[in-house]
């Protein structure tokens, strides 16, 4: 592990810990988490850096397939839930959880705000059903 990942790790431990002590309702982390980003725990640092970048090619695809709905109000009638698109989805290489962040982020900025709501169904897995930005989150 280079010098910068332990220092940025020992940095975001002193941030969280900040945090809880002011308000622990404002910390994402648990204890044992603070402990290992301070301590240069490898483990722990690696499971809280892991970033996961999602291209502007994955946004556009997600876009693309959403944006099919909103402009067809026929299309978007007989939209009955994520299952409906999730295939298609796959298909050109977007997972359920890198859609779940995109169509996250299309919510946040009022967009397809009525497709977005046609996922609420029954005909959704319980995580693609609403897509609000988590509290700890923002």
Same mark, same amino acid.
């Given at each position: 592990? &280079? ?12 941030? @969280? ?5 002011? &308000?622990?309702s404002t910390?994402?982390?648990? &204890?044992?988490?603070? @402990?290992? /980003? ?30 099919? @709905? ?11 839930g994520y @299952?409906?698109i999730e ?18 982020? /299309? ?32």
């Open positions: 592990m &280079d010098n910068n990942t332990l220092a940025n790790a020992k940095l975001l431990g002193e941030l @969280y810990r900040t945090q809880k002590r002011i &308000d622990p910390c994402p982390v648990s &204890d044992d988490v603070i @402990y290992g /980003l301070l301590n240069g725990i490898e483990r722990v640092i690696e499971d809280e850096f892991n970033v996961s970048v999602i291209s502007k090619e994955d946004e556009e695809i997600v876009v693309s397939i959403l944006n099919e @709905y909103f402009v067809d109000a026929e299309k978007l009638n007989q939209l009955k @299952y409906d295939h298609r989805l796959e298909n050109q290489g977007i997972e359920r959880w890198k859609a779940i962040k995109i169509i996250t982020l /299309l919510q946040a900025e009022d967009r397809f705000t009525n497709v977005i709501a046609k996922l609420n169904s029954s005909h959704s897995p319980v995580e693609c059903k609403t897509f609000k930005i988590p509290d700890w989150n923002k």
